[in-house]
């Protein structure tokens, strides 16, 4: 294509603050490239507003105007995008319709650090670990009776590089600068898979939570509070277009509905050959896809069609589950997001469960984050034992409301 490998991801930043900045991706397409992409996006904390996909079947082209935070890491962003297109040689008249390769698994690590108990620790401790671009695969946080707190993080580096000294020690030398003198201790070691697992066995999540967390009809009367979107109104034209199906979306907005989105149509092994997404006012959006198969045909079983836009309903009305449960005398949180067919789970959700439990001002006794099969799904599970402390916080409704808020983006 004679595209050099710079020009594959370009930035153009916005001249003035709050005005959109155009992200253009310019590379041979794959198998869920869509969704890698908006992963990466959502990850970094940005807001899309206007997307344009378009592809010939084996190059595409995706416009995505995005508004950034004062400290977003561009030049960081740009080094991910370019890292999840694949390379322009794999463009050399091979279809993208293929299956993905399985990637060599990253390498884990056990963080074990110790220090004194303080409001917000936690939530300062995953900031640090985002900032490195180290993902949790897994916690266990525990508080002692003298105040102290023993956390055990499982993690994987996306730059590839903790095995070395100097990612460790930069590691460390971040937490001591934002836990200072509370922390007591550090450690750092490569563990082996069978000891990082995060899949749980049927204990991690007793069935009666299981069930009331994920009962279609609980679910069902959920929709109609103010802790879910809007409905989204799904339509499917099969004339329009010979060779593609169209689906048209039109919905709430809300952090990650890209992705969301994305991810779904990836998991049905579904072909974007054109889209365009744009907000409305504040909250509102429209999407528009014409889609195909992996065979290159329109979708015209209408069993298919309504698997797919029952999926895309209810991944756009709940992405995530949050309820509150009592757990002894005490308020048990837990929040679940459905993991990708790839294994891949939803990002910064832990950093914003910890900060909506900071600004809120409430303790975090314990956590844990594990994975649990429900059905024929696998979800992420994030389970946080608070410390309401003599009760005169806010209320649990209240709670509950501040999480589901903060991880939608409407905070």
């Not at 956390?151 to 994987?156: A, E, G």
């Not at 790839?342 to 956590?367: C, E, H, Q, W």
Request: with cysteine; hydrophobic share 40%.
């Amino acid at each position: 294509m004679g595209i050099l490998y710079d020009d594959v991801v370009l930035l153009n930043h916005s001249e003035r603050e709050g005005d959109p900045s155009v992200i253009t991706v310019n590379c041979p397409d794959k198998t869920g490239l869509g969704s890698d992409l908006c992963r990466i996006i959502l990850f970094f904390g940005l807001t899309v507003v206007r997307v344009d996909v378009s592809t010939d079947g084996i190059w595409c082209y995706i416009v995505f105007w995005v508004v950034g935070r004062p400290d977003t890491r561009w030049n960081l962003l740009k080094k991910r995008l370019m890292g999840a297109c694949p390379s322009c040689s794999s463009a050399s008249g091979i279809s993208y319709y293929r299956a993905e390769l399985s990637p060599r698994p990253p390498d884990v690590f056990l963080l074990t650090f110790c220090c004194n108990d303080r409001r917000g620790l936690l939530h300062d401790v995953t900031a640090v670990l985002s900032e490195l671009e180290l993902t949790i695969k897994k916690v266990k946080v525990s508080t002692t009776p003298d105040g102290k707190v023993m956390d055990l993080f499982f993690i994987t580096d996306t730059r590839e590089l903790l095995h070395t000294k100097k990612r460790q020690e930069d590691t460390h030398y971040q937490l001591k600068s934002v836990l200072g003198d509370a922390m007591i201790s550090c450690d750092i070691e490569m563990v082996g898979s069978e000891i990082a697992g995060c899949s749980q066995g049927p204990s991690f999540l007793p069935q009666e939570i299981a069930e009331d967390m994920f009962s279609f009809e609980i679910l069902h009367e959920q929709l109609s509070t103010s802790l879910a979107c809007n409905k989204a109104i799904i339509t499917v034209d099969n004339l329009m277009s010979p060779g593609h199906t169209l689906i048209k979306i039109a919905c709430q907005d809300h952090k990650g509905l890209l992705y969301d989105i994305m991810r779904t149509l990836k998991d049905y092994n579904i072909q974007i050959s054109y889209g365009r997404f744009a907000a409305k006012a504040k909250t509102d959006c429209e999407l528009e896809l014409f889609i195909m198969q992996a065979d290159g045909k329109k979708i015209v079983d209408h069993s298919k069609l309504n698997g797919l836009c029952s999926r895309l309903q209810m991944e756009l009305s709940r992405p995530l589950r949050v309820s509150l449960m009592n757990r002894g005398p005490d308020a048990e949180l837990l929040v679940a997001n459905p993991v990708e067919l790839s294994g891949k789970g939803r990002p910064i959700v832990f950093y914003d469960i910890t900060l909506a439990l900071k600004m809120l001002n409430i303790g975090i006794f314990s956590a844990e984050v594990g994975r649990y099969q429900i059905g024929d799904r696998e979800w992420e599970i994030y389970r946080v034992l608070l410390d309401e402390g003599n009760g005169s916080g806010p209320s649990r409704n209240k709670i509950v409301e501040a999480v589901w808020k903060m991880l939608m983006g409407w905070e």
